[in-house]
C-alpha cells in the first residue's frame, strides 16, 4: 500500500492550490479517504474526508473553501483548496484504513503568505 500526496506550493492569501493523493494497493471505491493537516508546533488535524459511499465531512474552517473529491480509475483523491488563508498553512497528509492498519502519504507543504 502507498499513498503518494503531492501539489503542495507557497501561494498567496486568496489563492488556490489543488493537492493530489495517489494511491496503489487499495480499492479507493470502498476505502475511506481522509486530509489532515499539520501546522507549525502543532499536532495533525482533520481537514476533510470522503467515505467509500463518497459522503464528504470537512472540519469547520475550511467548509465552503475546500473540496474532496475522487477518481477511481487514477485511484486518486484530491483536495480543492479555494480562497485559501494563513491558518491553512502546514503539512497535508493524506490517509486511510485498510486491512487492518492505518496508512499515512508522505506529505506536501502548503504555505500561505498574507
Known amino acids: 500500500v502507498q499513498l503518494q500526496a503531492s501539489g503542495g506550493g507557497s501561494v498567496q492569501a486568496g489563492g488556490s492550490l489543488r493537492l493530489s493523493c495517489r494511491t496503489s494497493?487499495?480499492?479507493?471505491?470502498?476505502?475511506?479517504i481522509s486530509w489532515h493537516r499539520q501546522a507549525p508546533g502543532k499536532q495533525r488535524d482533520l481537514v476533510a474526508s470522503?467515505?467509500?459511499?463518497?459522503?464528504?465531512n470537512y472540519v469547520d474552517p475550511v467548509k465552503g473553501r475546500f473540496t474532496i473529491s475522487r477518481d477511481w480509475p487514477r485511484n486518486t483523491v484530491y483536495l480543492q483548496m479555494d480562497n485559501l488563508k494563513p491558518d491553512d498553512t502546514g503539512v497535508y497528509y493524506c490517509?486511510?484504513?485498510?486491512?487492518?492498519?492505518?496508512?499515512w502519504g508522505q506529505g506536501t507543504q502548503v504555505t500561505v503568505a498574507p
Open positions: 470522503i467515505t467509500s459511499g463518497g459522503s464528504t
Open positions: 494497493g487499495i480499492n479507493i471505491k470502498i476505502a475511506a
Open positions: 490517509h486511510t484504513f485498510w486491512r487492518g492498519r492505518e496508512w
